[in-house]
């Protein structure tokens, strides 16, 4: 029988240098992948946008003068409300401790005003203040 070097989750054969799971068993190792994968997903901050929008409509306001608008208010509900720049549009994006994004508001200037997108992690009543605030601000 040949011996295995333990080397974290994977061994490596002495006999044959074949490298394979170190006694650790199947059902650990997979524990332990779908374990850190789960925690992954969680630590990601992520672009909301690959989710439907909650909310969309456009403006008269200039971008920036809207985006303002919206994160004065949103700071009331999310001290972490936040105006990021990019070269195509402004985003205001608020969050919390754990999951990081949970509102990602999406503003692109158009020649009269600007076109808005509401994209939330969950849509759920009690988070309806992000969705009111950026109404408003229309």
Known sequence: ???IIRAGVVGIHRCCGH????????GRAWRIVIGTLWLAGCASTGDLTHNKPTFQGSTAKLDSVYAACVQRRWTAISPTARIVESPTELQVVAGNETTHMEEQLVIRSKAMGADVALYERIEVLALRGYREAAKACL
């Open 19 to 26: 490298r394979g799971i170190a006694r650790l068993g199947m």
């Open 1 to 3: 029988m040949s011996k």
